[in-house]
């Protein structure tokens, strides 16, 4: 079936240590997003990438980094420069263009001990 | 830049009867989509429902229609015969067409609880 794989689903790291999410898509679409969420808060947008090898920073990409080497996969490193990187976190993709919805991974819950 | 705005802070809604979520908007793209999202408990993001700019007809799908006023900015959600299931996170979302603008810009969500 086509979705989004996001792994792990949980995972603990101790302060001071880089950890990578994956995400992986087999939609055939071009854009990819990663969105950080906060208890009770909406979604905010960390980076974006519209095409292979190219990425922008969305609203909040400080301590976080990005690549895209696959049009398939748009992992993402939270560095140990995130202040408070305990979070959910959700991976999305879509066609290009505004009419086209997101569709969204299943999120990873990342907890900083 | 785009903006979403949700201001109610929470819903209750007896089962069977509709409600209506309220959303407003603000871009600069002539060219732009209205997206809903549920998210249950799980955390999962469930679309609902989009509506375009140039679209004359308000969309519908199934218990969820989109009520569009473009004048006014504004693109509410109404559910019909609410369940029990309905209980969740909505959010309102939108994308231009141009630049920064493409990417998705969500609201901060309205709670939603159904009673029996």
């Known amino acids: 079936d086509g979705g989004i794989t996001q792994s792990p689903k949980y995972l603990f790291r101790k302060e001071g240590q880089n950890v990578t999410l994956s995400c992986e898509q087999n939609?055939?679409?071009?854009?990819m997003y990663w969105y950080r969420q906060d208890p009770g808060q909406g979604l905010r947008l960390i980076y974006y990438?519209?095409?292979?090898?190219?990425?922008q920073k969305g609203d909040i990409a400080e301590g976080y980094s990005v690549s895209r080497e696959k049009k398939e996969s748009f992992p993402l490193t939270v560095t140990s420069a995130q202040k408070n990187p305990t979070a959910f976190y959700l991976c999305a993709s879509s066609n290009r263009g505004y009419t086209g919805e997101l569709f969204f991974g299943e999120g990873s819950r990342l907890t900083v001990l | 830049a785009q903006k979403i705005t949700q201001t109610q802070p929470g819903m209750f809604v007896q089962e069977k009867e509709a409600v209506t979520l309220d959303c407003t908007y603000d871009?600069?793209?002539?060219?732009?989509?209205l997206f809903w999202y549920k998210q249950p408990s799980s955390g999962e993001m469930i679309f609902l429902i989009y509506q375009g700019s140039y679209d004359q007809q308000n969309a519908t799908e199934g218990r969820y229609s989109l009520n569009f006023q473009k004048a006014r900015k504004s693109a509410n959600l109404v559910i019909s015969a609410s369940q029990l299931g309905d209980s969740a996170m909505y959010f309102c979302?939108?994308?231009?067409?141009?630049?920064?603008?493409?990417?998705?810009?969500f609201g901060k969500g309205i709670t939603l609880s159904v009673r029996p």
């Open positions: 990438s519209q095409i292979v090898n190219d990425f």
């Open positions: 979302a939108m994308r231009g067409n141009t630049g920064a603008n493409s990417k998705l810009t």
């Open positions: 871009t600069s793209d002539p060219s732009y989509g």
């Open positions: 939609l055939n679409h071009d854009a």
